[in-house]
């Protein structure tokens, strides 16, 4: 069906990342600190929009334990990454024990265990929690976060504790992040665009008819939730290297929810949509902070009300499903020949 | 019956749901090649024996052999890579996806390549699943649907739908099908179209089969051999001729009365 074009497709892609490496590099010199971290968030929520939608978008299962993972993604990898000098500082109330006092890492190799990490967690709980379904293991998942962030808050000697890590090494620059968004794509792409992938959606779709056509329904649940808290234990492990300083509340279910709100306005069952969800929405929650500022309209004064762009969001999200349920994309994914379509008037739909 | 062996034998199935006996003493033996059938009025347990063959439910006690080996209790999956494959009473297609994805799912069961081998771009990974594709257009093309490869599954007419899940089956590549009221809701000549493709497809996938079916024509025309269940019992088997003047088979569905006044 799409073998004529698929080298054009390739040189199109090709030139797009292409296209966005040098747009980046004029960011990196051109644009200040607040804009570049802004670029950064983007692809860091990427990265955490794709994994969750490749868990309830693609898989189907509701999963509240985005956190969790990135929780651990997080701490795993400061802790590769943190100079033991800067350890010994920090760790007041309890020395940090033995093996994680001394052992060091690059930062590639410590994102990756941050990840490792994770889906080894993942596959840990998915084995009990993916018994049951729907909005069960939504609560169980939420619950597991939960357990997370409280056993991180009293795990002194290792996390140490409600302090938290400070001063965590500023690896993730823009190129860090895009290159590790830039992967997590390909590999989901690769992955949902498999047969492997119409499997996952054939789990969703039906699950007794899956498991008529022979897929064991239960391993390929767990494969996909492991995948996915792979990939957010990668996107913690970048935020923990971004902002530098992680503790236990940081952790929160505020944190799921965000990722939760890209991925339903983006479109479940979408990696575009995740794309395109994490741009808009982590540009609208920056450029909403005027709401939080007092606003003078006439003669009108308004004080400014901190935690009002969260109303806002609520807001957008109950309109979302009222009215979009489906997202901004929907189902659908990008192609260049939809997007060539709609330029050439003369070309067909689809 | 012929003399090939077997391809399917079930042995003193019995299934209870708490104190109801919903199948007892389920005893059939499907012959190699043969189309067979299964009838019985509402709620008598057709559809309790076909989740008890295909691993949906566990039997109480009793066995159930496919081709000599005991396959009871095994999950679904198991059971289909064994070669048991199955459509639904009520249509249970992929909806979101199109009609080669549905197809393409079902022979995942014969894959060899695992989950991470796409995204490492693995080279006989890649090649396996261009051969799965095209061996899903082949068969979709052999049962009409050809056209319709890249559409997605819900918008299908009905009867293309019930078409697609057969094909969806076959793509698991079965010794035994089994096909859940393949004529319900279709109209006389939807119905003598689905005889001929069910012979048809007997033929070219060297299959045996098993139906539920509640449209007489159909079960009277395809099948040559039939099991009678009434309250989860078996109480007639035969060829078609016999089943139609069977006393009892005609109390099972229409009544006492009837009999008497016949």
């Not at chain 1, 698929?6 to 004029?26: E, I, P, Q």
């Not at chain 1, 499997?199 to 064991?216: F, T």
């Not at chain 1, 489906?326 to 020949?337: A, K, N, P, T």
């Not at chain 2, 009434?230 to 009999?259: C, F, H, M, S, W």
Request: proline share 5%; charged share 15%; glycine share 10%.
């Amino acid at each position: 069906m799409k073998t004529p074009n698929k080298s054009r497709d390739l040189t199109l892609t090709t030139a797009a990342v292409g296209l966005l490496l040098v747009f980046l590099w004029w960011a990196n010199g051109h644009l200040d600190n607040y804009k570049i971290q802004v670029l950064n968030l983007i692809a860091i929520n990427s990265i955490l929009a794709l994994s969750l939608n490749l868990i309830y978008g693609f898989t189907g299962m509701f999963s509240l334990g985005h956190a969790g993972f990135m929780a651990i993604g997080a701490y795993v990898s400061s802790l590769l990454i943190l100079p033991p000098v800067q350890k010994e500082m920090i760790y007041i109330l309890q020395p940090l024990i033995w093996p994680f006092s001394v052992l060091q890492a690059p930062f590639f190799i410590a994102v990756l265990a941050g990840g490792f990490a994770a889906a080894l967690l993942g596959l840990i709980i998915a084995i009990p929690v993916l018994r049951l379904g729907g909005d069960y293991l939504g609560i169980a998942t939420l619950g597991f976060a939960e357990i997370i962030r409280v056993v991180f808050t009293n795990l002194t000697p290792i996390t140490n504790g409600a302090l938290g890590l400070k001063g965590i090494p500023n690896y993730a620059n823009i190129w860090w992040n895009y290159g590790w968004c830039l992967l997590t794509l390909f590999f989901l792409i690769r992955l949902i665009n498999s047969n492997f992938g119409n499997v996952l959606k054939a789990i969703r779709d039906d699950e007794v008819a899956a498991r008529a056509m022979g897929i064991n329904t239960f391993k390929y649940r767990v494969v996909s939730f492991s995948i996915g808290a792979f990939f957010a234990g990668i996107g913690g492990a970048l935020m923990a290297s971004l902002i530098t300083t992680i503790d236990p509340k940081m952790f929160s279910f505020l944190l799921t929810f965000n990722v939760l709100m890209i991925v339903v306005a983006g479109g479940l069952g979408s990696l575009t949509g995740s794309i395109i969800g994490s741009a808009v929405i982590t540009v609208l929650l920056e450029w909403l902070r005027f709401v939080e500022n007092p606003i003078d309209i006439g003669s009108f004064h308004l004080d400014g009300i901190p935690g009002m762009r969260m109303v806002i969001f609520s807001l957008l999200l109950i309109l979302i499903i009222l009215f979009r349920r489906e997202g901004i994309m929907g189902m659908r994914e990008f192609s260049w020949d939809s997007l060539i379509n709609r330029f050439s008037r003369g070309g067909e739909a689809r | 019956m012929s003399a090939n062996p077997p391809v399917l034998e079930t042995r003193e199935v019995t299934i209870r749901f708490g104190g109801l006996t919903a199948v007892s003493n389920f005893n059939i033996s499907v012959p190699k090649g043969s189309i067979v059938g299964l009838i019985g009025p509402n709620g008598a347990g057709k559809t309790t024996c076909f989740n008890i063959i295909t691993g949906f439910y566990k039997p109480t006690q009793g066995d159930v052999f496919l081709e000599g080996k005991r396959i009871t209790g095994l999950p679904p999956h198991k059971v289909c890579e064994e070669g048991i494959a199955r459509t639904f009473q009520n249509i249970r297609l992929f909806y979101n996806e199109t009609v080669l994805q549905n197809v393409m799912i079902g022979g995942f069961v014969r894959q060899k390549s695992h989950w991470w081998m796409p995204p490492l771009l693995i080279p006989s990974c890649t090649r396996e699943e261009r051969e799965l594709r095209d061996r899903a257009m082949a068969l979709l093309d052999s049962v009409g649907l050809g056209k319709l490869a890249g559409e997605i599954s819900s918008s299908l007419p009905y009867g293309a739908q019930r078409r697609l899940e057969i094909a969806r089956a076959l793509a698991t590549k079965p010794k035994f099908l089994l096909l859940d009221e393949p004529a319900a809701g279709m109209n006389p000549q939807e119905s003598q179209e689905l005889m001929d493709f069910i012979k048809r497809i007997r033929t070219d996938f060297d299959l045996t089969i098993l139906l539920i079916e509640h449209d007489m024509k159909v079960v009277m025309g395809v099948c040559e051999h039939i099991w009678v269940l009434d309250y989860g019992i078996l109480i007639a088997e035969g060829n078609p001729e016999q089943i139609r003047t069977n006393p009892k088979v005609i109390e099972a569905y229409l009544g006492e009365e009837a009999t008497q006044n016949a």
